[in-house]
């Protein structure tokens, strides 16, 4: 299928949009740093640096302890690689890969619609008391509440079954035991080797 004109000015208009968070990382001059490195996929825009008071456990950073998280947002016009872009984050941010966390902008504003939401689950349902039981409900709890009081002589409970009682099956317990030893008992004879000798 052949493209017209507009759908590949559309194409070539598409921009690559980024949610860039580091742990522990509020150097200033470097932030300028990454901006000026990120000029080589044509930087369009980069909001300013967010950076957190220090949290004791920073989210989406699993096993990092007490440490400020700086975010920003950042728009290129040429694709770039998640890897590459670690690459030049770990370099300038002079942290290891685990404090540096990188998604699509498109991604990130999804999550943070849905933090903290549970999909098809009314959250007031949770606090609200039971409903009063109906009629019938207290029928048939006041009714089967204990089933062993609608069985006559409950103590001698017997049923037949078709066929007659079943005798109970054998077990080895029930096989007549020997007295001798299975060890030791018993003298296995010997044979006899044959010469060799021809």
């Known amino acids: ?58 989210l989406d950073f699993p096993g990092i302890k007490n440490m400020e998280v700086c975010t920003f947002e950042v728009e290129l016009a040429y694709p770039a690689g998640q890897q590459e872009l670690f690459q030049m984050l770990e370099m300038i941010s ?18 943070d619609e849905n933090e903290g939401t549970i999909p098809n689950e009314d959250p007031a349902m949770l606090e609200n008391d039971y409903p009063e039981e109906t009629k019938a409900q207290k029928e048939a709890k006041s009714r089967y509440h204990n089933p062993a009081d609608h069985i006559e002589n409950p103590g001698d409970a017997t049923f037949e079954v078709a066929g007659g009682d079943t005798p109970d099956a054998e077990t080895t317990n029930d096989l007549p035991q020997g007295k001798l030893s299975p060890l030791g008992s018993t003298k296995n004879d010997k044979p006899e080797p044959k010469s060799s000798a021809r």
């Open 1 to 58: 299928m052949t493209k017209t004109f507009t759908q590949y000015l559309i194409e070539s208009e598409q921009t690559y949009k980024y949610r860039i968070k580091i742990a522990g990382f509020d150097d200033k001059d470097r932030i300028k740093e990454i901006e000026e490195q990120l000029g080589r996929y044509d930087i369009i825009k980069m909001t300013e640096p967010k950076i957190t008071p220090v949290m004791q456990d920073p």
């Open 94 to 111: 002079r942290k290891p890969k685990r404090n540096i966390k990188i998604v699509t902008t498109h991604f990130a504003e999804g999550w």
